[in-house]
């Protein structure tokens, strides 16, 4: 696998942190941590890809996928990366208007 | 002018392998970083819909993607086999194809095959 994912909580929000290249191979590995966190936590959830060097439509399906869960509950998530060619992504497909994107987890969490 | 071709199993670990040989296509030819990376997204995005397809239609088959080089450009062909019987998902991915490659476009040829055509010019 060409990705690694680990989840752990940052005051109130939970950051779910991937590493690596996220697609249609590896993007399960993110929806699993995901999932979890959308089932077992509550508040905020950041999604972490500061250390992500590709991403597809695969990984933003399981992103959208984990808003569209959360939104009925009032719940937030929201996506830490600073790289263009991440972000790209979101802004092709018209997926920033939908989440907050934020240069560092820091920032995402407050 | 140069054409070569690569056959992978349609499984979604081999995508990765289609986007590496893209690159290096790519960048034997000198595109920009920039459009190095544009190639990689858009041949990853094309050629994972393509195993997404043949896995809907249950279908073992190889996906194929054929890459001519020139002075003028890169032109990639991504081929698959799973004709009508194939799950249509694939809104996000041709959403950011079409993004990335202004002359993106398929086509369907009488033997159920479907390529999804993209170029960049050199």
């Known amino acids: 696998m060409h990705l690694q994912v680990s989840t752990e909580q940052s005051g109130a929000a939970t950051v779910v942190s991937a590493v690596g290249e996220l697609d249609l191979h590896t993007a399960p590995m993110l929806q699993e941590h995901l999932d979890r966190a959308v089932e077992s936590q509550d508040g905020l959830i950041v999604v972490d890809l500061t250390a992500v060097d590709f991403m597809d439509s695969t990984g933003l399906s399981v992103i959208v996928s984990a808003v569209a869960s959360m939104r009925p509950s009032g719940r937030e998530l929201r996506v830490a990366s600073s790289s263009d060619r991440i972000t790209k992504v979101f802004t092709l497909t018209g997926i920033d208007q939908q989440v907050g994107i934020f240069e560092t987890v820091a920032e995402a969490v407050t | ?122």
């Not at chain 2, 990765?16 to 041949?43: P, S």
């Not at chain 2, 062909?77 to 799950?87: C, I, K, L, T």
């Open chain 2, 1 to 122: 002018m140069a054409t070569s071709s690569l056959t992978i199993a349609a499984r979604t670990d081999q995508v990765r392998v289609a986007r590496m040989v893209a690159c290096a296509a790519a960048r034997r030819i000198g595109l920009t970083d920039d459009a190095v990376e544009e190639v990689r997204l858009a041949v990853g995005e094309a050629v994972g819909r393509a195993v997404t397809r043949h896995a809907g239609a249950l279908l073992d088959e190889p996906v194929t993607m054929r890459m001519t080089d020139s002075e003028s450009g890169l032109v990639i062909e991504v081929e698959d086999r799973s004709g009508d019987s194939a799950q249509e998902d694939s809104a996000l991915a041709m959403a950011v194809i079409r993004g990335l490659v202004g002359d993106a476009r398929l086509q369907d040829r009488p033997d159920g095959t479907q390529v999804l055509h993209m170029s960049w010019a050199g």
